[in-house]
């Protein structure tokens, strides 16, 4: 068997393996009959969807099924199934490129919209949107030099929750190996790095605030370059002796019977108190004059330039949440209900991942003409899904397809961000590709 065949195989018995759990557990109805399309095959075309509509992906899947009857079958299956075989596929890879033994893995989330539905708990409405709109938050933890999602969560816009989200899938999914977590000032709190400094092979590189709403441990440090160690300790509490050792008070909402006030500040906390901790926080001058600040709790051996480098490749996940969107199709969901959106995205990530084990075997020349390249992932993508969708394909001349297309890597460039309302494709505005 070829390297893309045995990858498919893999990812074909790791998708059976999770519908099988869910089945004998009857979170799916077992069916009473013999059907021709089973939950697997429902569970592949989903993996094979683009940006067309309904009918036209499952006449490019191979299923001779109306679209009513394939939304029934969808209805058969838990998203979950997708979520686990997501973490199956992903977090368990022993093929991970590592930096210094450690697997830098990206923490972000991203925002995708759904088909409206006011009575939803995904639904949005404020001032700037008073018509509102549906929206999903996908939390998801990546592996930036591998290019692999490990795992993913996905909440109601209204009730995401970045720092639970991380925690969840830590908790519930063993990444193999050590593991830098990256991530932007979203991710900045105590109980969070506290949570950190307790997992065994876990370390965290995090950019914290500065200045005004800056933590309290940073606030009082010099605004210019250094690296340093902090100590410091929290509390819970707020009596003379903690005041008079220089404790940092942490509000926590301590009774859960209490109704507190909209505005009171009140973090999460599930340690002892006072609790002793150490930070290693550098300060970095970037190219526009500004500083950044970075919290982590990696060893000196790891320098700041070094740390520099490392934060700046979290810029991984933004690129993969784009070809998520944009490439994998995830803007064009084929179904109204949020669990249809969590099937086709987490769909999309197992796709994606599929997709980066079988560029890491491609052969290419990396310099032409004194330029660096690289795979072109948008046609490796749709060569990756006609080799699916034709079992029995060459997977060594799917490898020679793929080196065929390649892109120029331009390090170093920078383009701002162009930030503007994504709308929900309409089912009666799909692109007719």
Same mark, same amino acid.
């Given at each position: 068997?070829?390297?893309?065949?045995?990858?498919?195989?893999?990812?074909?018995?790791?998708?059976?393996?999770?519908?099988?759990?869910?089945?004998?557990?009857?979170?799916?109805?077992?069916?009473?009959?013999? +059907?021709?399309?089973?939950?697997?095959?429902?569970?592949?075309?989903?993996? &094979?969807? %683009?940006?067309?509509?309904?009918?036209?992906?499952?006449? #490019?899947?191979?299923?001779?099924?109306?679209?009513?009857?394939?939304?029934? +079958?969808?209805? =058969?299956?838990?998203?979950?199934?997708?979520?686990?075989?997501?973490?199956?596929?992903?977090?368990?890879? $022993?093929?991970?490129?590592?930096?210094?033994?450690?697997?830098?893995?990206?923490?972000?989330?991203?925002?995708?919209?759904?088909?409206?539905?006011?009575?939803?708990?995904?639904?949005?409405?404020?001032?700037?949107?008073?018509?509102?709109?549906?929206?999903?938050?996908?939390?998801?933890?990546?592996?930036?030099?591998?290019?692999?999602?490990?795992?993913?969560?996905?909440?109601?816009?209204? %009730?995401?929750?970045?720092?639970?989200?991380?925690?969840?899938?830590?908790?519930? &999914?063993?990444?193999?190996?050590?593991?830098?977590?990256?991530?932007?000032?979203?991710?900045?709190?105590?109980?969070?790095?506290?949570?950190?400094?307790?997992?065994?092979?876990?370390?965290?590189?995090?950019?914290?605030?500065?200045?005004?709403?800056?933590?309290?441990?940073?606030?009082?440090?010099?605004?210019?370059?250094?690296?340093?160690?902090?100590?410091?300790?929290?509390?819970? *509490?707020?009596?003379?002796?903690?005041?008079?050792?220089?404790?940092?008070?942490?509000?926590?909402?301590?009774?859960?019977?209490?109704?507190?006030?909209?505005? $009171?500040?009140?973090?999460?906390?599930?340690?002892?108190?006072?609790?002793?901790?150490?930070?290693?926080?550098?300060?970095?001058?970037?190219?526009?004059?500004?500083?950044?600040?970075?919290? *982590?709790?990696?060893?000196?051996?790891?320098?700041?330039?070094?740390?520099?480098?490392?934060?700046?490749?979290?810029?991984?996940?933004?690129?993969?949440?784009?070809?998520?969107?944009? *490439?994998?199709?995830?803007?064009?969901?084929?179904?109204?209900?949020?669990?249809?959106?969590?099937?086709?995205?987490?769909?999309?990530?197992?796709?994606?991942?599929?997709?980066?084990?079988?560029?890491?075997?491609?052969?290419?020349?990396?310099?032409?003409?004194?330029?660096? &390249?690289?795979?072109?992932?948008?046609?490796?993508?749709?060569?990756?899904?006609?080799?699916? +969708?034709?079992?029995?394909?060459?997977?060594? =001349?799917?490898? #020679?397809?793929?080196?065929?297309?390649?892109?120029?890597?331009?390090?170093?460039? =920078?383009?701002?961000?162009?930030? +503007?309302?994504?709308?929900?494709?309409?089912?009666?505005?799909?692109?007719?590709?």
């Amino acid at each position: 068997m070829t390297y893309p065949e045995i990858v498919y195989q893999h990812l074909q018995n790791i998708i059976q393996r999770e519908i099988d759990y869910i089945t004998h557990d009857k979170m799916v109805k077992s069916p009473q009959r013999k +059907r021709i399309v089973t939950l697997q095959d429902v569970a592949n075309a989903l993996l &094979y969807f %683009e940006g067309g509509s309904l009918a036209k992906e499952l006449k #490019r899947a191979g299923l001779d099924m109306t679209p009513s009857a394939f939304i029934q +079958r969808r209805h =058969q299956l838990n998203s979950g199934v997708f979520q686990d075989v997501l973490a199956a596929f992903g977090a368990q890879d $022993t093929e991970y490129e590592t930096f210094q033994g450690y697997r830098v893995c990206a923490v972000d989330g991203s925002s995708v919209n759904i088909a409206r539905d006011p009575n939803a708990k995904t639904f949005v409405q404020h001032s700037g949107a008073p018509i509102g709109y549906n929206q999903v938050k996908v939390h998801a933890i990546y592996d930036v030099l591998s290019k692999m999602y490990l795992s993913a969560e996905i909440h109601p816009q209204p %009730e995401q929750d970045e720092i639970g989200a991380l925690e969840f899938l830590l908790t519930w &999914y063993d990444i193999a190996g050590k593991v830098l977590l990256v991530g932007d000032r979203g991710y900045s709190s105590y109980a969070l790095f506290a949570s950190l400094l307790e997992r065994e092979n876990t370390d965290f590189l995090i950019r914290v605030k500065q200045g005004r709403g800056a933590m309290k441990c940073i606030a009082g440090l010099p605004m210019r370059e250094f690296d340093r160690r902090v100590n410091f300790t929290i509390t819970t *509490t707020q009596t003379k002796e903690d005041k008079a050792r220089g404790y940092i008070f942490l509000q926590t909402q301590k009774n859960p019977n209490r109704t507190y006030s909209a505005n $009171t500040r009140a973090g999460r906390w599930s340690f002892p108190s006072p609790y002793p901790m150490e930070l290693r926080i550098i300060r970095l001058k970037l190219s526009t004059g500004e500083y950044e600040t970075l919290a *982590t709790s990696l060893p000196t051996s790891v320098t700041a330039s070094q740390i520099k480098e490392l934060y700046h490749a979290r810029w991984g996940i933004e690129t993969a949440f784009r070809e998520l969107k944009y *490439t994998h199709c995830i803007t064009h969901i084929h179904g109204k209900s949020e669990e249809f959106a969590r099937q086709e995205i987490y769909s999309a990530m197992i796709f994606s991942n599929f997709c980066s084990k079988i560029i890491r075997q491609v052969v290419i020349q990396p310099w032409k003409h004194g330029k660096l &390249y690289e795979v072109n992932r948008k046609m490796a993508g749709y060569l990756c899904k006609e080799f699916l +969708r034709n079992p029995g394909a060459d997977g060594e =001349q799917l490898l #020679r397809d793929i080196a065929k297309y390649v892109v120029p890597v331009k390090p170093g460039q =920078q383009n701002p961000r162009n930030l +503007r309302a994504q709308s929900w494709r309409g089912f009666g505005y799909r692109v007719s590709a």
